[in-house]
């Protein structure tokens, strides 16, 4: 350490002290590394766009790293230094978290004398460095580096440590990484109990079964049906006045939005996702686009090592630490290293609009301060594959252009999809990111959103995904997201008051329909089948017990829950463009039946395996539609 303190002495330059008018532009073009046209271009593109000149001119390709770096050493009077053969100093990191110095871009390098030197990468921001530091160290000099050094080093150093911090974010108290309270655990002590008196007494428990799947599929249509009317009566004809007549509209300063996409185990994915990734047309000083691999991917890490990134696409490996490896704790390492006030999630089968990002910055202006965050929709690319992938388009479409507005609209709780998620940053760190034990974080994000007093909005943009189109892989996607809807209703029933007064009564029974209906229906669904034997004429188990009306009366009832299913799933087919679609809104009822068999997969890894990651794995269908915002039956 002092062999470094005497080299960086030795390596000392004076520089004088920059004149006010002096800016980074003008330093930039005495140096010639800029020509004059370029600048004033990347100066009106910054008046729109929140973010450094500086970085304005490298993502733009008018200057590079190194001549932005001089121009800023010259600017503020501040020597560089290299940071990629330096010792790292224990002591000195160790005064403050990992998250600290990422957040700033600094590293506390050397004593030198009586002061502490500190290599940053963002003159501009050190007046605030100082002031989170004070207290800490006495007196405090600046020195220049390379964000990417900065990064490096502390990723080095903090790597254990950021490994860490990533499985625990979230608060104990609200993780699934935390044992259930038996009240949580009420529902799987009834199916308990059920399974008990099925064994003593076959026709009682089979009576309570039938009477309990029932109830649980009538709250979860009740649901459906809430969201379908509210569609209905909110859909009239647009009546905005012509644009000559709309009252003009400030410009909008566009935020620094940061894409997290998580790869595991995508060797057919990585060309695809980087052509459709070079669609979008939002600002790419503004767009950070994060990969983020697990660093034994080695089959993920060679697809990728064999293409060109562009700048603005960087790659950020999680360490393994011990045996937990899920989407969640992927992207609470990553978080980190964003930069963006807004953060967003995309899958690695993903295609997003061209103007998605564009339309998220919009909604995110005019929203109320509340709302903090963004569901876009979610549809497939690959619907003609087969009758299954038919069909799962068909649900996707009900789900996200007919009931999940509907419900928004009525202020309920919106369980949020795994991709095309916008949240606010700040927000997002004050909920602790996401759950890394919960296999369905996107779902228990949005709960804890709710309960935080925030609101999610949905947004009329479009990302298509490869629809899951055989019988295996699709049972085993569909029973990760069963189980993560397990976790997380038993993580926030542990208290049951709470959760009603953070929610209020409207809110909290939506929940209730939503996770027992959606998870009930499907666990208890040999039950729900049973009643088809009245319509044949054949006898039900349970005819000795309940009244035959009453037995009648539910059989009429299940055939009217079937059709108001397919007048959604119709709707949902003229509503996502993809109207002969309709054709095959009849034969979802063989399509469900396969959601039986993933429930009971889920409810088996919930009890022996909760933290398992059931990996979907995609690119085995290359469809793709030339332009995603207009897909084609």
């Known amino acids: 350490m002092r062999d470094q303190s005497v080299q960086f002495r030795k390596s000392q330059r004076v520089y004088p002290t920059p004149r006010p008018q002096q800016l980074l532009g003008r330093h930039l073009v005495d140096n010639h590394a800029v020509r004059d046209t370029d600048l004033l271009r990347a100066l009106v593109l910054q008046r729109h766009q929140n973010a450094p000149l500086g970085h304005i001119l490298i993502s733009q390709g008018w200057a590079n790293q190194d001549q932005v770096l001089e121009a800023l050493s010259q600017q503020h009077g501040l020597q560089r230094v290299d940071l990629s053969n330096i010792t790292a100093h224990t002591r000195l990191l160790n005064r403050k978290p990992a998250q600290f110095w990422l957040k700033h871009r600094a590293v506390p390098w050397l004593y ?56 625990t974010r979230v608060p104990l108290h609200s993780s699934s990484r ?3 309270r038996p ?8 199916l308990a109990t059920l399974a008990g008196l099925t064994a003593y007494s076959p026709r009682i428990g089979f009576t309570l079964c039938c009477v309990l799947a029932v109830l649980t599929l009538s709250l979860f249509v009740a649901l459906k049906m809430i969201g379908f009317l509210v569609h209905l009566a909110t859909k009239a004809p647009d009546k905005k006045p012509p644009l000559a007549q709309r009252a003009p509209q400030k410009p909008l300063r566009l935020p620094r939005i940061s894409m997290l996409v998580p790869l595991f185990h995508e060797s057919e994915i990585s060309k695809a996702l980087l052509r459709r990734l070079k669609r979008l047309t939002y600002p790419r000083s503004l767009l950070e686009v994060i990969l983020v691999l697990e660093e034994h991917d080695e089959i993920t890490r060679a697809a990728l090592a064999k293409a060109t990134l562009p700048s603005w696409i960087k790659i950020v490996t999680v360490p393994q630490c011990g045996s937990l490896t899920t989407k969640p704790r992927a992207m609470n390492y990553a978080l980190d290293f964003c930069h963006g006030d807004i953060i967003g999630v995309w899958d690695a089968e993903d295609a997003p609009a061209r103007g998605q990002l564009e339309q998220v910055a919009r909604t995110f202006e005019t929203a109320a301060d509340n709302v903090a965050c963004l569901q876009g929709v979610l549809d497939y690319y ?9 069909c799962f388009t068909l649900e996707y479409a009900s789900w996200f252009r007919i009931v999940l507005p509907g419900l928004a609209r009525l202020g309920l709780v919106i369980p949020l999809g795994g991709t095309t998620l916008f949240v606010k940053r700040d927000a997002l760190e004050r909920m602790g990111g996401w759950d890394a034990h919960n296999v369905t974080e996107d779902a228990d994000l949005g709960v804890r959103l709710y309960r ?17 189109c055989r019988p295996w892989p699709w049972i085993r996607q569909r029973s990760r997201w069963l189980k993560g809807f397990m976790v997380t209703y038993l993580v926030h029933m542990r208290q049951p008051r709470l959760l009603l007064a953070q929610l209020g009564w409207k809110r909290f029974l939506g929940f209730q329909a939503f996770f027992l209906g959606s998870v009930g229906q499907f666990l208890l669904a040999p039950f729900l089948w049973s009643f ?21 009366g539910t059989a009429i009832m299940l055939v009217v829950f079937e059709c108001l299913a397919i007048c959604i799933s119709v709707t949902a087919a003229f509503a996502c463009n993809r109207r002969s679609l309709a054709l095959w809104a009849p034969t979802m009822i063989l399509y469900f039946p396969l959601g039986a068999m993933a429930a009971y ?27 995603p915002q207009a897909p084609q039956s």
């Open 183 to 190: 009240s949580s655990l009420l529902p799987l002590m009834m």
């Open 112 to 167: 030198s004398g009586t002061q502490l030197v500190v290599a940053i990468a963002h003159p501009e921001h050190f007046d605030t460095l100082k002031k989170a530091l004070h207290g800490s160290f006495e007196t405090i000099r600046p020195v220049l580096a390379a964000e990417d050094q900065i990064t490096t080093f502390l990723t080095t150093h903090f790597r254990r440590d950021l490994a860490l911090a990533a499985s």
């Open 532 to 552: 088809w034997l009245i319509l044949l004429g054949l006898p039900h188990p349970s005819a000795v017990l309940m009244p035959t009306g009453v037995l009648f």
């Open 452 to 468: 935080a007093g925030y609101r999610t909005k949905m947004i009329t943009t479009t990302t298509h995904e490869e629809a899951n």
């Open 178 to 180: 935390r044992r259930h």
């Open 382 to 390: 690959n619907p003609r594959t087969n009758w299954l992938s038919r």
């Open 601 to 627: 997969k889920a409810l088996h890894e919930l009890i022996w395996h909760p933290f398992f990651w059931d990996k979907t794995a995609h690119g085995h269908n290359t469809a793709e539609p030339e332009n």
